[in-house]
């Protein structure tokens, strides 16, 4: 990948991020996570925010790809990147802050919706866009498993 404006390709890849941390310091997670009783194949703490800023910096990278298209498909699919952004900041919040486990699995659906027409969207901007989503569609799959579980067991 060649990055033709590091004016637009910073900004693109420090949002996603700054969302996340922002999401993380409302939600006060990692703290709450230690108290849980939690499912077979929950991931030990350290590994969440590891995994997070992996797949932050990817849809960063993958936005600024659909940025710097020509495609008239274009601003359709940040739209949806948009929002399925604000849906990822606000889980957290809703999960760890306000500990409801049933709305935010249901709040993780939608999201995971989203995430799949943004997967659809930015395939037909730049086919590159969309692969760097797989991993993301893949930990809100898994996410699903385990909000679900932690909402039975807690």
């Known amino acids: 990948m060649k990055i033709k404006n590091l004016n637009t390709f910073l900004p693109a890849l420090l949002i996603p991020i700054a969302v996340g ?36 910096a990817l849809m960063g990278v993958s936005s600024y790809l659909i940025y710097e298209s020509n495609s008239p498909y274009r601003e359709a699919a940040l739209k949806t990147y948009i929002l399925q952004l604000f849906f990822n900041f606000m889980w957290s919040i809703l999960f760890f802050r306000f500990s409801l486990y049933f709305l935010a699995l249901m709040w993780l659906f939608v999201m995971v919706a989203l995430i799949l027409i943004m997967i659809y969207q930015f395939y037909h901007v730049k086919p590159a866009a969309a692969y760097l989503q797989i991993p993301y569609l893949l930990w809100c799959l898994f996410a699903i498993y385990l909000n679900f579980m932690i909402a039975i067991l807690n």
């Open 21 to 56: 941390i922002l999401s993380a310091l409302f939600s006060g997670g990692m703290k709450i996570y230690t108290t849980f009783n939690k499912p077979p194949l929950s991931p030990p703490g350290f590994i969440f925010p590891i995994v997070w800023l992996f797949l932050y």
